[in-house]
């Protein structure tokens, strides 16, 4: 970074993974100053993603662990549990656990409706 008069020779490929896979809801500046701060809190000349802020790292971790389902449950039952998880690791944020399992927040609160009854 020349503001900071610091270089750096690279970054590591899980940084960059999650670098891209962030959503980067302040965009470009966002992201600019992601950059920057990480360029100054490297030790040793590669970016790592220990030098990412914890929403980045948090991100790309906290969905990682899977859910096991048996084989023969009725489909149904799967929605269920896979939007429960989801709830579950976003703690209840519902915009967020809607993008994850690719389906909009109406269809969420929907599908969860209609396990209530």
Same mark, same amino acid.
């Given at each position: 970074?020349?503001?900071?008069?610091?270089?750096?020779?690279?970054? &590591?490929?899980?940084?960059?993974?999650?670098?891209?896979?962030?959503?980067?809801?302040?965009?470009?500046? &966002?992201?600019?100053?992601?950059?920057?701060?990480?360029?100054?809190? *490297?030790?040793?000349?590669?970016?790592?993603? *220990?030098?990412?802020?914890?929403?980045?790292?948090?991100?790309?971790?906290?969905?990682? *662990?899977?859910?096991?389902? /048996?084989?023969?449950? /009725?489909?149904?039952?799967?929605?269920?549990?896979?939007?429960?998880?989801?709830?579950?690791?976003?703690?209840? *944020?519902?915009?967020?656990?809607?993008?994850?399992?690719?389906?909009?927040?109406?269809?969420?609160?929907?599908?969860?409706?209609?396990?209530?009854?």
């Amino acid at each position: 970074s020349k503001k900071n008069a610091k270089g750096i020779n690279g970054i &590591e490929s899980k940084a960059m993974e999650l670098l891209l896979s962030y959503e980067w809801p302040g965009n470009v500046r &966002e992201l600019e100053n992601v950059i920057e701060r990480s360029v100054v809190l *490297d030790r040793d000349g590669i970016v790592g993603s *220990d030098d990412l802020p914890r929403e980045l790292t948090q991100c790309g971790t906290q969905f990682a *662990d899977s859910v096991t389902i /048996p084989l023969g449950t /009725p489909l149904e039952e799967v929605e269920r549990i896979l939007m429960e998880e989801t709830l579950k690791r976003t703690r209840g *944020d519902k915009g967020l656990a809607s993008k994850l399992l690719g389906i909009s927040t109406r269809t969420l609160y929907r599908k969860m409706d209609r396990k209530e009854e």
